[in-house]
Every structure is written in structure tokens, then in C-alpha cells.
């Protein structure tokens, strides 16, 4: 019997020999499903302090999964696991080489990250300089210039102090996805409005929200804020900043609405990233969740040469870091490929379904319970994305869309659909996106939004 178990092994060792390149290749599949692994746990725990963990979640369980398969091939007989490995690297070819096409044909990438071509295709005029050297060229003309500061940038760094607003009275310096970059004076607590509009003794409209709200990437005038003033003839005030989630939200709210105390107030909702990145990530901060005890605030409103100070002091920091960072963006913006950005992009795959969190109800439900509270109005403004257009999906469905707006109308509160009430009649939504291109609206699109939300009120008032 030794010698049959000997020659058994003796087969072995020969089958062994004659596929040395389906083991070596075994070990890396296992040791790319461990760098993975650690690289998600990277991303999700540190990076991002596990807010993110829905996000991730996926790459964990594919990364797990990887790990036992591969665990599992290695004590497999050679000639099974040459087979597997054949079909996997074979697999992994093709893909890339998919990629490698769909990149080739502009298929797949974010829309937005070709503004310039798209600006040149049309023979629109594109600013090519940094958003740094705007700011010096700015500067050297005396203009007392600065770059906008998000909320969310300063959120892990508040030191008891978390700004909402941006610098006071100061020439703001944002984004370009219009081929000019977006300028504008800011008011006395940092927001996109003409200072003017605090001193009106009754204010008819406040606008909460995030980017699309703060007005991203248009003219001063020009976002939702400006053109309902521009069509209405009443005060009206934008306390939106971009990054702003729905925690954020309801402390602009307590920070700034509660002075001037707004016949109505416009919560306006983005379905890509509100309940799905923005309140996860806030809800870790234990600064921003006292906004949930009633009556916290910070005094912010009494208090902006601190936060001018404070936003300076960023600013300093920041600049050290921004030549580096841009570096590393720009590495990362390269290797995408390496990530099969462009497949994932195209099936779906960097999708996360919104999960309605039940903090999000209670922070509605306070918001309304405070806008009631000095006889205003709350009315929300559900904002569709690009994205809705671009892929073939049910309306209702995406995004969860008529749950959110079914949860809102349960609590009392006035919903204004955009999607149903502009993108969804207009003969070619896409015009109303910055060069057909994933982003922001253009001036078109938020003047639409605008006329949306007064005939909206007017309705719902009559």
C-alpha cells in the first residue's frame, strides 16, 4: 500500500511541476483579495470614520469572498486549479480590455470631467486657470479675494467651533462648469446673497440646502435664491452651502432663519448624495448631532469675526496642503482605469440605494416643528440628479423616490417635485446640465426650478 500512496504522491508532485504559473497566480489572486480587503477597511474606517460603511459594504463582502475562493482553489488538484486560473485571468483580460475600449470611445467616465473639451466643441470660451490662480490674478487687481470654504471642509477640525456660513463680505472664489468660474460677493455671514436682503424687516422666502442650493456653478442672480427674488420682487435669502447634508441643514436653520423668521422656508433636497453620504457622515459628528437637543445653537450669527478668523486660519493650512493634494487627485484621476472605473461607472456598480435613515424624519420633523413655531411655512424641494436621466430607470423608483417624498407628505409637509414638475416635461433635460454634462444646473435649469417652486407655493397657498 506505500507504494501506491507514494506513486499517488509522486503524480502529484508531477502535476505540481507541470503547472507552476496556475499556483504562483493563485497566490496573487489571494493576496489582491487581501489588499483589498485592507484597503477597504482603509477607505471606510479611516478615511472616512465609518460613516461610509453602506458604501463599502460591497467590497467588503467581494473581498471576502475573494479571500475564501482563493483559500479554497489552493488545496484544489493542479489541474482543476489551472482551469480556474485560465478562466480568471482570461476574465480579468477581457475586462480590461473592455475598459481600455470604453475609455478609448469617452464611454463610461464622469460626464463632467470634460468640460473643456465640451466648452471648445461648442465654441464657448473656457477659463483654463487654476481656481488658486484666479484668486492671485484677483488679488493683484485689489479685489480682497478668498476661496469658498465648505462647511464640511472644516467639520473634523471645529475645535468648538463649526462655521456654516463662509467668509463675510468677501469676493468668493468656486467651481468652473460653465467654462467661467463662479464668483460672487458674499453677505455678512458668508452665503450667496446681496448683503442687502438681511436688513428687509419681513423676509418671504429662506432657502436651505446644499450646492445646488448655494448655487453651484452659476452667475451671481442666477441660482434659485436669485430668480425667485428676480420673479417675485420679495426678499429672499440662501443660506445653502455646498456639502451640506440634512444635519447641516437644520442648523442653518437654527443659526440663521430663526432671526429673521421666514413666511417660508424651502428645504431643498438632492437625491444623489443627501440621505446616501451627507447624513452619514454628519451624524459621526458629535458637534452637529447636539443640533438635535432643542434650543443648542452656537451663536453663529453673533459671532462671524471669530468665524473669519477661524476660515483664515483654515485657509493657511489648507494652501500648504493643496499643491499635494491636487498632486494626488490628479494620480488618482490617471489610475481609474486600474479600478475598471468605466464598466462600473456604465452597470451601475458605484450606485449606492438610498436608505431612508430615521434620523433624517426627525430632522424634518424638527425643522417643521421650528419653522411652525414662528407661524412660517416649510415646504420641500425634491431635486432630481443627472444621473436619473442618463440611465434607463423607473422614475418613481429611483432613488427611492416616491418613499422619500410619501415619508415627507406624512409629516405635513409640502412637496415641490422638480423632476415631475420640470425635467420630467422639458424635451430635452439634459440642456438644463452644464454642456449636456453631469454637474450642477445651468442658469436655464435653475430658472426653471425657480418657477417650479413659486407656482408651487402659489397652489399650495390658494
Not at 500512496?5 to 503547472?19: T, V, Y
Not at 482543476?80 to 470604453?102: D, F, H, K, M, P
Not at 443640533?291 to 443648542?296: L, N
Request: overall charge negative; hydrophobic content about 40%.
Amino acid at each position: 500500500m506505500s507504494w501506491i500512496k507514494g506513486a499517488s504522491q509522486q503524480n502529484a508532485n508531477d502535476e505540481d511541476k507541470k503547472h507552476p504559473f496556475a499556483r504562483w497566480m493563485s497566490w496573487l489572486f489571494l493576496a489582491v483579495s487581501v489588499l483589498l480587503l485592507i484597503y477597504t477597511y482603509y477607505r471606510s474606517e479611516i478615511t472616512f470614520q465609518g460613516t461610509m460603511s453602506v458604501k463599502y459594504f460591497k467590497y467588503y463582502l467581494i473581498s471576502l469572498l475573494g479571500i475564501l475562493f482563493w483559500g479554497v482553489v489552493l488545496r484544489l488538484r493542479e489541474g482543476i486549479r489551472a482551469n480556474i486560473v485560465t478562466v480568471t485571468t482570461s476574465l480579468v483580460v477581457g475586462l480590461y480590455l473592455v475598459e481600455g475600449g470604453l475609455i478609448l470611445l469617452g464611454l463610461g467616465q464622469p460626464a463632467n470631467a470634460d468640460v473643456k473639451a465640451a466648452a471648445v466643441e461648442l465654441g464657448v470660451e473656457y477659463d483654463e486657470r487654476s481656481k488658486l490662480e484666479v484668486i492671485e490674478d484677483l488679488i493683484a487687481q485689489g479685489v480682497d479675494a478668498v476661496p469658498a470654504v465648505r462647511p464640511v471642509d472644516v467639520l473634523t477640525i471645529n475645535k468648538g467651533l463649526l462655521p456654516l456660513g463662509g467668509f463675510s463680505n468677501r469676493t468668493t472664489v468656486a467651481s468652473n462648469e460653465n467654462g467661467y468660474y463662479m464668483i460672487y460677493p458674499s453677505d455678512r455671514y458668508g452665503f450667496n446673497n446681496p448683503d442687502s436682503e438681511w436688513d428687509n424687516a419681513k423676509v418671504d422666502w429662506l432657502l436651505t440646502g446644499d450646492s445646488f442650493t448655494e448655487g453651484l456653478a452659476v452667475r451671481p442672480g442666477e441660482d434659485i435664491a436669485g430668480q425667485i427674488r428676480l420673479i417675485t420682487k420679495q426678499p429672499t435669502i440662501s443660506v445653502g452651502r455646498s456639502g451640506n447634508g440634512p444635519l447641516m441643514e437644520l442648523a442653518e436653520l437654527r443659526e440663521y432663519a430663526e432671526s429673521v423668521k421666514p413666511k417660508r422656508v424651502l428645504w431643498i433636497y438632492c437625491e444623489g448624495n443627501d440621505i446616501v453620504g451627507d447624513l452619514q457622515r454628519d451624524k459621526a459628528n458629535p458637534l452637529l448631532m447636539q443640533y438635535m437637543e432643542d434650543g443648542f445653537s452656537q451663536n453663529l450669527i453673533n459671532r462671524q469675526k471669530e468665524i473669519d478668523s477661524r476660515l483664515g486660519e483654515f485657509i493657511i493650512l489648507a494652501q500648504a496642503q493643496a499643491q499635494a493634494q491636487a498632486q494626488a487627485q490628479a494620480q488618482i484621476y490617471k489610475t481609474r482605469w486600474i479600478r475598471l472605473h468605466s464598466i462600473r461607472q456604465i452597470i451601475g456598480f458605484n450606485d449606492v440605494d438610498v436608505d431612508i435613515d430615521p434620523l433624517f424624519v426627525e430632522i424634518l420633523t424638527k425643522a417643521k416643528a421650528e419653522v411652525d413655531g414662528w407661524e412660517g411655512e416649510l415646504y420641500f424641494v425634491y431635486l432630481p440628479e443627472y444621473a436619473r436621466y442618463k440611465k434607463s430607470v423607473s422614475h418613481d423608483d429611483f432613488r427611492r423616490k416616491s418613499e422619500v417624498i410619501e415619508v415627507v407628505k406624512g409629516l405635513g409637509i409640502p412637496v415641490i417635485d422638480i423632476h415631475q414638475e420640470v425635467f420630467a416635461k422639458h424635451d430635452d433635460p439634459f440642456a438644463l446640465f452644464p454642456f449636456r454634462l453631469s454637474g450642477h444646473y445651468n442658469a436655464e435649469g435653475y430658472g426653471e426650478v425657480a418657477k417650479a417652486i413659486v407656482d408651487g407655493v402659489k397652489k399650495h397657498e390658494h
